[in-house]
């Protein structure tokens, strides 16, 4: 077959060109144009050299403002080809293949019967038998399958129409679209102005959300669980330094901040007083736990609001639809803040005496800055936020400061508490230490069906306090129901044995299979200063067991452990006040 020759306007119809049907040269030419653009030589039908080089030439001098032509002389070119929709053939036409689009395999054969199915539209036979759909979108193609719907409809072929021509007209490999967008710019990783520090000091990575995050920092011939067994004593017998900086960071201002605040969180803000830090939970429109941080009241209009280190983004774009489509009444102004301030993390409990020196501005008293309070003053002559809060269930500090400065207030910090030991420690330590002491992780003791009640939180939401996202949804029958499954602590018979996290927890080892299964570890590590593996764990019912035996699935079959409320580390959390 052929389709004799046919102009390039893919291009005049991308840019909304309207076209013609020229009968003398059975194709379709440019005709109204829509934008500044003209078409010229073999695009708009001129074949023949001579003719398209002259033409062009005018083009381009009219495009320039100018009505200069040029005469150009060239041997004639042959021209006049007529299409051919179908070769003639000797054979059976019937069981002869036509090939109309050589992509895409479609016969003339496949075109009829698209007519006889009722397809009348270009763009449907287009759709039903997939001509023209190829990457070369329809060049040697398209005319073909519209002669042959002309003729089966016995229409001129003006009356039939054309697709729509889309863009690229060119096909583009996948290379280019995903130019840069490989190897290590593929999945671009966040940094904090501590990772170089990190690195010289042999600190090893793990990739946190975005980020790049230290997680342990080994000595010379440790291993993973020697230098985090070594941090960990480090930070509860003297002083730790941890990078914070990846803590999702947000500034809420305005008239309505409070109330605003009261509306996305389950416990009360309207009475924190300025200066002051409180730990919050923030719910989804099902009740579920999304996200959790101290947030500190920086004056009576602004808060200073802390998000998990993945959830940052999701926080954010979370307070953004709920400010703009449910309470555009409220006078409230959102700020990512996340790159903006750095946070280090100084825990133990030498803690106070290692910043006491550095610190202008603020008094370190513990009655005049007690746990979850917020001062502001200058530390290392920069200026500070500094929170008194702790991870860690220790004595702790997050010392804020604008992240220019943050490598040297790092380093200041860190010479001032080399006389008192002082252990740079990674998230693994992190982990373990807030394991101890049982505070949660959202995505690991949480997983997108876990309510306030479930991990003990429920406390924390007032009876007189107002509504609140995900408020209705705590009194539905299934979130109310007794046997949901609830956060506890695991201790081994084998203290240890480090249980595995994700490991299924059952009551019977006896019972047939499929097992009847109770819930599952969250967390669960090897605790020096505990002297034995604990484990954290959703279990079914799991507060009305206490004291109980369960059984945990492990590699080589099961281990029973006993179930324990979920801290093992200061029960009487004497030590986060001293």
Same mark, same amino acid.
């Given at each position: 077959?052929?389709?004799?020759?046919?102009?390039?306007?893919?291009?005049?119809?991308?840019?909304?060109?309207?076209?013609?049907?020229?009968?003398?040269?059975?194709?379709?030419?440019?005709?109204?144009?829509?934008?500044?653009?003209?078409?010229?030589?073999?695009?708009?039908?001129?074949?023949?050299?001579?003719?398209?080089?002259?033409?062009?030439?005018?083009?381009?001098?009219?495009?320039?403002?100018?009505?200069?032509?040029?005469?150009?002389?060239?041997?004639?070119?042959?021209?006049?080809?007529?299409?051919?929709?179908?070769?003639?053939?000797?054979?059976?036409?019937?069981?002869?293949?036509?090939?109309?689009?050589?992509?895409?395999?479609?016969?003339?054969?496949?075109?009829?019967?698209?007519?006889?199915?009722?397809?009348?539209?270009?763009?449907?036979?287009?759709?039903?038998?997939?001509?023209?759909?190829?990457?070369?979108?329809?060049?040697?193609?398209?005319?073909?399958?519209?002669?042959?719907?002309?003729?089966?409809?016995?229409?001129?072929?003006?009356?039939?129409?054309?697709?729509?021509?889309?863009?690229?007209?060119?096909?583009?490999?996948?290379?280019?679209?995903?130019?840069?967008?490989?190897?290590?710019?593929?999945?671009?990783?966040?940094?904090?102005?501590?990772?170089?520090?990190?690195?010289?000091?042999?600190?090893?990575?793990?990739?946190?959300?975005?980020?790049?995050?230290?997680?342990?920092?080994?000595?010379?011939?440790?291993?993973?669980?020697?230098?985090?067994?070594?941090?960990?004593?480090?930070?509860?017998?003297?002083?730790?330094?941890?990078?914070?900086?990846?803590?999702?960071?947000?500034?809420?201002?305005?008239?309505?901040?409070?109330?605003?605040?009261?509306?996305?969180?389950?416990?009360?803000?309207?009475?924190?007083?300025?200066?002051?830090?409180?730990?919050?939970?923030?719910?989804?429109?099902?009740?579920?736990?999304?996200?959790?941080?101290?947030?500190?009241?920086?004056?009576?209009?602004?808060?200073?609001?802390?998000?998990?280190?993945?959830?940052?983004?999701?926080?954010?774009?979370?307070?953004?639809?709920?400010?703009?489509?449910?309470?555009?009444?409220?006078?409230?102004?959102?700020?990512? *803040?996340? %790159?903006?301030?750095?946070? @280090?993390?100084?825990?133990?409990?030498? /803690? &106070? #005496? +290692?910043?006491?020196?550095?610190?202008?501005?603020?008094?370190?008293?513990?009655?005049?800055?007690?746990?979850?309070?917020?001062?502001?003053?200058?530390?290392?002559?920069?200026?500070?936020?500094?929170?008194?809060?702790?991870? *860690?269930? %220790?004595?702790?500090?997050? @010392?804020?400061?604008?992240?220019?400065? /943050? &490598? #040297? +207030?790092?380093?200041?910090?860190?010479?001032?508490?080399?006389?008192?030991?002082?252990?740079?420690?990674?998230?693994?330590?992190?982990?373990?230490?807030?394991?101890?002491?049982?505070?949660?992780?959202?995505?690991?003791?949480?997983?997108?069906?876990?309510?306030?009640?479930?991990?003990?939180?429920?406390?924390?939401?007032?009876?007189?306090?107002?509504?609140?996202?995900?408020?209705?949804?705590?009194?539905?029958?299934?979130?109310?129901?007794?046997?949901?499954?609830?956060?506890?602590?695991?201790?081994?018979?084998?203290?240890?044995?480090?249980?595995?996290?994700?490991?299924?927890?059952?009551?019977?080892?006896?019972?047939?299979?499929?097992?009847?299964?109770?819930?599952?570890?969250?967390?669960?590590?090897?605790?020096?200063?505990?002297?034995?593996?604990?484990?954290?764990?959703?279990?079914?019912?799991?507060?009305?067991?206490?004291?109980?035996?369960?059984?945990?699935?492990?590699?080589?079959?099961?281990?029973?452990?006993?179930?324990?409320?979920?801290?093992?580390?200061?029960?009487?959390?004497?030590?986060?006040?001293?």
């Amino acid at each position: 077959m052929s389709g004799g020759w046919t102009p390039a306007v893919h291009l005049f119809s991308q840019s909304r060109g309207k076209l013609r049907y020229d009968d003398a040269i059975d194709a379709f030419v440019p005709n109204i144009s829509a934008q500044a653009e003209r078409s010229a030589g073999a695009a708009r039908g001129a074949y023949d050299l001579a003719a398209c080089v002259n033409d062009g030439f005018a083009a381009g001098a009219a495009a320039a403002g100018s009505d200069e032509r040029q005469e150009v002389r060239a041997t004639p070119t042959l021209t006049g080809f007529q299409p051919v929709r179908i070769m003639p053939t000797d054979a059976n036409p019937t069981k002869v293949r036509a090939f109309v689009d050589y992509q895409n395999d479609v016969t003339a054969k496949d075109i009829k019967l698209a007519v006889r199915e009722g397809f009348q539209s270009i763009e449907h036979v287009k759709r039903y038998t997939t001509t023209g759909m190829a990457t070369d979108q329809g060049k040697t193609s398209n005319m073909n399958a519209l002669g042959i719907v002309a003729g089966q409809l016995d229409k001129a072929l003006p009356a039939v129409g054309t697709t729509t021509f889309r863009p690229p007209y060119t096909p583009v490999t996948f290379g280019a679209l995903v130019g840069p967008a490989r190897h290590a710019l593929f999945d671009p990783i966040r940094t904090t102005p501590i990772h170089e520090w990190a690195q010289a000091h042999g600190a090893l990575f793990e990739n946190v959300a975005l980020w790049r995050r230290a997680w342990y920092f080994p000595k010379a011939g440790e291993d993973l669980h020697e230098a985090v067994a070594r941090e960990c004593k480090a930070v509860r017998e003297g002083v730790g330094i941890f990078d914070a900086s990846t803590l999702g960071k947000i500034e809420i201002v305005g008239r309505d901040a409070a109330e605003f605040m009261n509306r996305l969180y389950i416990n009360p803000w309207t009475k924190l007083a300025p200066g002051r830090c409180r730990y919050g939970l923030m719910l989804k429109e099902d009740g579920y736990i999304l996200d959790d941080g101290v947030v500190a009241r920086v004056s009576d209009e602004c808060f200073h609001v802390t998000t998990t280190t993945g959830g940052a983004a999701r926080v954010l774009a979370h307070m953004e639809d709920y400010l703009q489509t449910e309470w555009p009444e409220l006078e409230v102004f959102l700020t990512s *803040t996340t %790159e903006q301030w750095a946070v @280090i993390a100084l825990q133990g409990p030498k /803690a &106070r #005496a +290692v910043i006491a020196p550095l610190v202008d501005g603020i008094d370190l008293s513990p009655e005049a800055f007690p746990h979850m309070a917020m001062r502001t003053g200058t530390i290392c002559g920069v200026p500070t936020r500094l929170f008194r809060v702790s991870f *860690t269930g %220790e004595l702790g500090f997050e @010392i804020n400061v604008p992240a220019d400065h /943050a &490598r #040297a +207030v790092w380093e200041a910090v860190f010479e001032a508490g080399r006389a008192h030991g002082i252990t740079p420690y990674g998230t693994e330590t992190m982990h373990v230490l807030r394991a101890e002491k049982g505070y949660i992780i959202v995505g690991q003791e949480t997983d997108g069906t876990v309510t306030p009640d479930d991990v003990g939180m429920a406390g924390m939401i007032p009876k007189a306090k107002g509504d609140f996202v995900g408020k209705r949804s705590l009194a539905r029958p299934d979130v109310v129901a007794s046997g949901r499954k609830q956060l506890v602590g695991l201790m081994t018979d084998d203290p240890g044995l480090v249980l595995d996290e994700g490991a299924q927890i059952v009551a019977d080892t006896a019972q047939p299979i499929p097992m009847r299964m109770l819930g599952h570890v969250t967390s669960s590590y090897w605790s020096a200063n505990c002297g034995r593996s604990i484990a954290l764990a959703l279990v079914e019912g799991g507060r009305e067991r206490m004291n109980g035996h369960l059984h945990v699935t492990t590699p080589d079959g099961f281990t029973r452990v006993t179930v324990c409320e979920p801290v093992f580390f200061d029960v009487q959390g004497e030590r986060i006040n001293a």
